[in-house]
Structure formats: C-alpha cells, structure tokens
C-alpha cells in the first residue's frame, strides 16, 4: 500500500514536491487554505534570479543556476508533453546606474558570469545576460494539469 503524504500549501513548492513524492510511489494529498496556485506562486514576476546576487552568499547563487537549468528543462517538458507553455526565455536583466558598480564588475568576474557594460539613456547600465524569467500563472496551471493527472515525470 502507498505511504500517504499530505502537503499543507498549493503554491510552487508544494505542487512541485507532490508531483516529486508522486512519482515515487507516494498517495498525495495537496491541502490549501485557498485556491492551488493562486497565492504568491501566481504573483511573482517569475524572474529566475536574485535582482541584486553580487549582494547575496555564493550558494544563493549556486542555488539560482539550478532552478535556471530545471526550469529550462522544465518548460521543455511541459511544451513537449502538450502543457501550457510558462514562457521560459533568456531575457536577461538591465540594472541602470546601480549604486554598487565596482562590486558588480568584480562579482561577475569572480563567478564566471557575463556582464555587458555600457550607455542606456547615458547612464551606465550592466546587462546581466543569461537571467531568466517565466510566467507564473501558466507554470502554475501546467502544474495543477500535472499534479492531477501526473502525465509528467520532472
Ligand atoms: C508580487 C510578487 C512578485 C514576486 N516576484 C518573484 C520573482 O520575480 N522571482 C521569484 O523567484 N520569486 C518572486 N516572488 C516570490 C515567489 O512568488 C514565492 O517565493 C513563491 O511563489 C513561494 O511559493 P510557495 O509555494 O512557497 O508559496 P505560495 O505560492 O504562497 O503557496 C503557499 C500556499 O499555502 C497556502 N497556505 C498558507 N497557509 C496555509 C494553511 N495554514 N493551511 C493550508 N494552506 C495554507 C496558501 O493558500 C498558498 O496557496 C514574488 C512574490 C510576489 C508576491
């Protein structure tokens, strides 16, 4: 007999780990107090990435590049499987006339990570290539889809 599981929270999280457990064998139970994938999860702006990382710890980052690479694949899945598409694009991210300069050309360099320098509206901007973003609101319906039927292995 499957081990029962209940996951208290339909956001993101709890719908990502209950597909997860599902596959595994696992009889899950997602409980919200509200609507599944309504609250913050159908809020955010879905962008994949701190908005300033030269101000966070190194594994804040580490842990950014993961999500980038599973949500790319992720959306591959999804469009692959007949899903809502999320949207996933590269689109990268401008940061216009920042306070912190120095420390955005040295936090790149030390982590390996391209940043393009130059005049937007005569302001020096830097333009973070490779961040990406989402839309949360079809991720999220995508997952419901999944999370109910589970036609999808993550
Ligand atoms: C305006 C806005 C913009 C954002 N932009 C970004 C962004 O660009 N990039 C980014 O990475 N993050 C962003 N975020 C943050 C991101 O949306 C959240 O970190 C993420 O959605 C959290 O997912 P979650 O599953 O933990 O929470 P939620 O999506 O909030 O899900 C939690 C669920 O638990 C339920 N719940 C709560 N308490 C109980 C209870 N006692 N019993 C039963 N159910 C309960 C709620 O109803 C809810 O459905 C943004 C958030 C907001 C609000």
Redesign the pocket.
Known sequence: MAVKAVI????????ITAIKLKENGYDVTV???????????????????PLMPWNYESRVFDLCLG?LSFYKNLSIKLIKAGFEDPEFIESGMICIDPSDKKKIVQWGKKNNFTIKEYLFNNRPSYELAKVA?LI?TKLMKSLKHIYSSLALSL
């Not at 409980?31 to 990435?49: H, R």
């Open positions: 208290i929270g339909g956001g993101v999280v709890g719908c409980v919200d107090k509200s609507v599944v994938g309504e609250e913050s999860s159908a809020a955010g702006a879905g962008i994949i990435f999500a973003q949360p």
